[in-house]
């Protein structure tokens, strides 16, 4: 009996809690998603733990909600004119198996690190249950600070996940599909979910550190774009309408692809103009530049024999991605190394 009542006071008083921070507030001024904002933080009683809920089941839903079209598409054919690798479709088998790994990383690694995120940006001043919302200006601003950030701390962060130890321990498992899918954009290491995810996170705190004025929603935002870009940038096709071909600076996958292929070069994640301006895109150019040539010289070709030029030049740069990997894991020496031509 004690302990019921025990219990009930207990979350009568974080109830309470939770009612003491909008005492104040016309919830009749709000329009409907800040209501229904109040109303989570009011029914879960506990800020931490209602901001920690709901990051973590926002990330599950994102992550897995991105990769359903892509895996619906994999199992049509229709769609594999657009394949950059078409002849490495995931079987059901790798899906699987990458999906239990990225579930084992999520649960073990994520949910922590979102939990105790809030702690952190609250101490620093990172608004969660406050309402109203900020003004879209302000999250379009701060989001896209948010991707240049990311992605510069990501370019030069990868590149050091490519250098002997910290390749064959960590980022090694990442690069397990020379032919990434969508699914496969976060099985990773445990190691390196928490590095690059440092770049992802970041960019936010910082921000709030020196001006003070971010909303976890401009987050929440941010975290679903950028997941976007992540399983988008894996799912190894290219269509005439991927962002890439609008955006001309955007990466995406047929830049992305090219890395997993290779193992060398293209590093950023969303933008192209790091890899451009350090050089470290030149094999991509030049294999984009062989492609264009194999084309053009055999336009009047049957398409089974133009089919078959890309799939011996995509096999070529494979083979030649091998040898730059197992180089960096020091399994060979520099002097058995030939570039292909």
């Not at 600070?145 to 030069?156: G, K, L, N, Q, S």
């Amino acid at each position: 009996m004690s302990f019921h009542l025990n219990a009930t006071v207990a979350a009568a008083a974080a109830h309470h809690t939770a009612e003491q921070l909008y005492a104040n507030l016309d919830i009749t001024q709000l329009n409907w998603l800040e209501q229904h904002w109040v109303a989570w933080y009011l029914w879960i009683g506990n800020p931490t733990i209602a901001t920690g809920l709901m990051s973590f089941i926002l990330h599950e839903l994102v992550y897995f909600g991105r990769c359903i079209p892509w895996i619906i598409i994999d199992a049509i054919p229709y769609f594999q004119r657009w394949k950059l690798q078409p002849d490495k479709i995931p079987t059901p088998e790798e899906q699987w198996e990458c999906t239990k790994g990225v579930l084992f990383s999520h649960f073990t690694i994520e949910l922590p690190a979102i939990w105790f995120f809030h702690p952190t940006a609250e101490a620093i001043g990172l608004a969660m249950h406050q309402v109203p919302f900020p003004s879209w200006k302000t999250m379009l601003i701060q989001v896209a600070a948010f991707f240049i950030f990311e992605d510069f701390f990501h370019f030069w962060a990868h590149q050091a996940l490519h250098t002997g130890v910290l390749y064959k321990h960590i980022h090694k498992l990442h690069h397990k599909y020379s032919a990434p899918f969508g699914l496969a954009a976060e099985y990773a290491h445990p190691a390196e979910t928490f590095i690059l995810g440092a770049g992802t996170l970041a960019g936010p705190l910082l921000w709030c550190f020196f001006a003070g004025d971010v909303h976890i929603i401009t987050v929440y935002i941010w975290i679903t774009l950028r997941l976007f870009q992540a399983i988008d940038a894996h799912s190894g096709y290219d269509f005439p309408w991927s962002l890439r071909n609008i955006i001309p600076f955007w990466s995406g996958a047929e830049h992305h692809d090219f890395h997993h292929m290779s193992f060398t070069n293209n590093y950023s994640t969303s933008f192209r103009w790091w890899d451009y301006i350090f050089g470290t895109d030149k094999k991509y150019r030049e294999y984009r530049q062989r492609l264009a040539d194999s084309k053009a010289a055999l336009k009047n070709k049957s398409k089974a024999e133009q089919d078959a030029a890309e799939r011996r030049l995509l096999e070529e740069v494979e083979a030649e991605g091998h040898r730059a990997e197992a180089l960096v894991e020091g399994s060979i020496s520099a002097t058995k190394t030939v570039k292909v031509q």
